[in-house]
């Protein structure tokens, strides 16, 4: 048995695979499937102060291994969350990620306060496609990135802060370093890239909203590059993601440098997709003789 | 709700480019029923999501699911022999259910939504229930399930848009032509959305009171119930999941 545990800004996890934000729900669903408890985190749905409806319908299509989203934040609110979600999370072994979104940044002040102290980590979610207003408006320059990570921080007393990184930018290190210069504690990448899909019967994109969030296996060789340049750009941790589907490319984020890493699209594929990473791991650190997956962190070597 | 690794037993061509699957289950599994789903995942890695289809049929270890081919899943779908190996999320979704008193039952039928009513039939069948069924079909070519109507229906209307088959009408004009003589105490529906809106606008014309309840669609992402891709409009303004809260819903109560 390989130790599969990590430390990621002082919280502890008993293995790194994380459920990705809004693919997962609130964790309710997948655990009349299997107990959640075998997780190492949960990433909740994205959570703004009221709740809202979200984009119109189809959200969802396919390309070729990949999809497009575009749920548009659809979510109960935070009191609802607080109310009725969050302690069932709490009776679970897992550490509970907040994954929180807003229009101004008092939006994003208030709901980290909210839940400050409530929660494991908060995620900062500035980096959603799929919303017109708020969310990925602060996540593209490196000054926004920096103002709403430097407000949220302020209003976090005992929670520590995740900044969840767009990689629909120009220089996602450069974002990178203006989280952490806000006061992120730990970053998260990479939230989904910006797609469309045409109908070409109808002359119209498949999704209602026109645009959608690609994720899935393919994004994967570009989310492993993001992190590899992020992980050299900062002193902080950081957690990988976008298109894991096993436990051999969760060990290339860890590889590039990731402390951790999330698995959303695969729920979709393989309800049973996380266990299996889980056993993955440790199957693939017992067969190389790693004892602890802390070692491979950031052991990339490049060539030349 | 399980995810399991089923093996097909037989998959064929039952009308025009629609197959019927059976499929054995590794284990005895709690909870298959009337216009509940599977989510069958095709089996490459290109599409990424599973297919969600409706239990038309089944057994203690066997499932039995009826699909048009429409696109890349389905077609893959289609190519699969016995002794393949495909996962399979199920039992998904609530289904559909009659209260005891709901003696006579309607089913306003539209093209694959045959295949859920079929089970709807062969749940009830034995329980003493009339059924009324209005079944409709683009033409003669993609008629299907006939025999399970003729079999447990006191009343067949099978009709297609074309003529080729039966009368040239559609399911719900077939219905309220002869709702006097169905009297029913509750209507089951499953079809395209057209015919849906068509059902409750007909409804509400009459000043039909009878309950109905309609099987929705609507594309998926996680199919338990997790992620919100898959939800309908409700009439009071909120949003449900057709994969989790439905996909069976009272007609008054969505927006279709
Ligand atoms: C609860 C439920 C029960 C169903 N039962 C049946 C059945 O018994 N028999 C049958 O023939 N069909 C049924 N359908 C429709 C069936 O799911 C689609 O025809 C099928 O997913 C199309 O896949 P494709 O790969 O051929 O098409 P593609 O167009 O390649 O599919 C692309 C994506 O869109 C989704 N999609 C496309 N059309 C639909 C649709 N109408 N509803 C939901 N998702 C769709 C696919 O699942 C896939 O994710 C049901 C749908 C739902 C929601
Ligand atoms: C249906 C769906 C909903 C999502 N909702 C959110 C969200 O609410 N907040 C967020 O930060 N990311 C959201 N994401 C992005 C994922 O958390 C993740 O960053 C992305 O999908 C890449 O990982 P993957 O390839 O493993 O899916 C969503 C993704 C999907 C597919
Ligand atoms: S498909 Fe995920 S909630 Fe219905």
């Given amino acids: 048995m390989a130790d599969l545990r990590v430390n990621v800004c002082g919280v502890p996890f008993k293995n790194p695979v994380i459920a990705a934000s809004g693919t997962f729900g609130f964790g309710k669903e997948f655990n009349e499937i299997y107990d959640i408890s075998v997780l190492g985190g949960i990433s909740t749905k994205g959570l703004t102060l009221e709740p809202r409806l979200g984009n119109p319908m189809p959200r969802i299509a396919e390309g070729y291994g990949v999809i497009l989203n575009a749920v548009g934040l659809q979510n109960p609110g935070v009191e609802e969350f607080v109310r009725e979600d969050l302690p069932f999370l709490r009776g679970k072994d897992a550490v509970v990620i907040a994954n929180v979104a807003g229009r101004t940044i008092d939006d994003y002040a208030g709901i980290c306060a909210r839940l400050d102290g409530l929660v494991d980590m908060i995620e900062l979610n500035i980096s959603c496609p799929n919303v017109k207003c708020g969310g990925m408006a602060f996540g593209i320059r490196p000054e926004s990135v920096k103002e709403v990570t430097r407000a949220a921080k302020s209003a976090l007393k005992k929670t520590p802060l995740i900044v969840k990184l767009s990689p629909n930018v120009e220089s996602i290190a450069a974002n990178a370093l203006a989280a952490q210069e806000g006061g992120a504690d730990c970053l998260s990448l990479i939230n989904t890239l910006t797609g469309m899909v045409i109908d070409i019967e109808r002359r119209r994109p498949l999704i209602a909203n026109n645009t959608g969030g690609v994720s899935g296996a393919g994004i994967r060789p570009i989310a492993v590059r993001m992190v590899y340049e992020v992980c050299q750009a900062v002193s902080v941790p950081v957690i990988g993601m976008g298109g894991i589907t096993c436990a051999e490319d969760a060990l290339e984020f860890i590889i590039a440098g990731a402390s951790a890493v999330q698995v959303g699209t695969a729920n979709f594929t393989d309800t049973l997709a996380m266990p299996r990473i889980i056993a993955g791991l440790n199957d693939w650190l017992d067969r190389h003789g790693v004892p602890n997956i802390e070692e491979l962190r950031g052991t990339l070597r490049l060539n030349g | ?256």
């Fill in chain 2, 1 to 256: 709700m399980k995810d399991l690794r089923v093996t097909v037993l037989s998959n064929a061509p039952i009308a025009a480019g629609v197959n019927q699957m059976t499929f054995s289950l590794p284990e005895r599994v709690e909870g298959l029923r009337c216009g509940r789903f599977v989510n069958l995942s095709v089996g490459d890695g290109a599409h990424l999501l599973r297919r969600p289809i409706a239990i038309c049929e089944y057994t203690d270890a066997t499932v039995t699911i009826c699909y048009q081919i429409k696109g890349a899943g389905t077609k893959l779908l289609s190519q699969k022999k016995a002794g393949d190996e495909l996962t399979c999320v199920l039992p998904l979704g609530n289904g559909f259910v009659l209260r005891e008193e709901e003696r006579r039952v309607a089913l306003v039928v539209g093209g694959v939504g045959v295949f859920p009513m079929i089970s709807v039939l062969k749940e009830y069948a034995g329980t003493g229930r009339a059924f009324c069924s209005y079944i409709g079909f683009r033409n003669a070519a993609s008629v299907c399930g006939e025999k399970a109507f003729r079999a447990e229906s006191e009343r067949v209307s099978l009709v297609t848009d074309d003529g080729s088959f039966g009368e040239k009408t559609n399911a719900v004009a077939a219905f309220f032509a002869d709702f006097d003589k169905a009297k029913p105490d509750v209507i089951l529906s499953c079809g395209p959305a057209p015919m849906l809106r068509a059902l409750k606008a007909g409804l509400a014309e009459r000043g039909v009171k009878v309950p109905c309840y309609v099987s929705l669609e609507e594309r998926m992402g996680c199919g338990v119930g997790a992620c919100l891709v898959c939800v309908c409009d409700l009439a009071n303004g909120a949003r449900a999941r057709v994969c989790k809260d439905g996909p069976v819903f009272e007609i008054g109560e969505v927006t279709l």
